[in-house]
């Protein structure tokens, strides 16, 4: 059994899009093709042109590296790591020079400035949540991954991350893709696609 049907997508670079739908419609695996974490068994994914599935394993982890950026519900922070050494990891593997000088402006970018040797174990949900944010701006990514970001938050803190994601986003032009059931998340993007049996359907403003 097929899980997609016909499904049919384009993503425009710089723009904001929310896929949205029921627990179980398929949101968290079609992210999972559209970043080359899974190939899909029928169809191409092409990114900047380039069909993912031509690329093998290692081709395809150096183009996550360098290009893409991920936000997970559960945060994915290294817990024994701080959170200077949790966002500058990713830099440092990327060969970058200015690593620590970067990690430390994207964490005072999300306010964290006074929190950088903090563990997160020592941080609140938000506070990882904002680490994690950094994490992925850092990297300097075309496209950005958030899978229900909000998702491990009480509605305050959540909202404080919706309104530093998209404030981030606008001053960088990241391609922003959410995977969310969280309507005011959604709604704050551009475009929004309901998953339902297999296809996607545009949703009007």
Known sequence: MQLFQDLVLEIQRGESLAIIGRSGAGKSTLLSLLAG??????????????????????????????????IFQSFHL?????????????LEIQGRADADAQARHWLEQVGLGARLDHYPAQLSGGEQQRVAIARAFATEPKILFADEPTGNLDDD??????EQLFR??????????????????????????????????????
């Open 157 to 162: 803190t959540g909202h404080q991350i919706i």
């Open 37 to 70: 974490l899974d190939t899909p068994t029928e169809g191409r994914i092409l990114f900047d042109g380039q069909p993912l599935d031509t690329l093998d394993d290692a081709a395809r982890a150096q183009l996550r590296l360098q290009q893409i950026s991920f």
């Open 168 to 205: 981030l986003n606008a001053d960088v032009g990241t391609t922003l893709v959410l995977i969310t059931h969280d309507t005011d998340l959604a709604a704050r993007c551009q475009r929004r696609l309901h998953l339902h049996n297999g296809r996607l359907e545009e949703v009007s403003a």
């Open 78 to 90: 290294l817990p024994e790591l701080d959170a200077l050494d949790n966002v500058r990891l990713p």
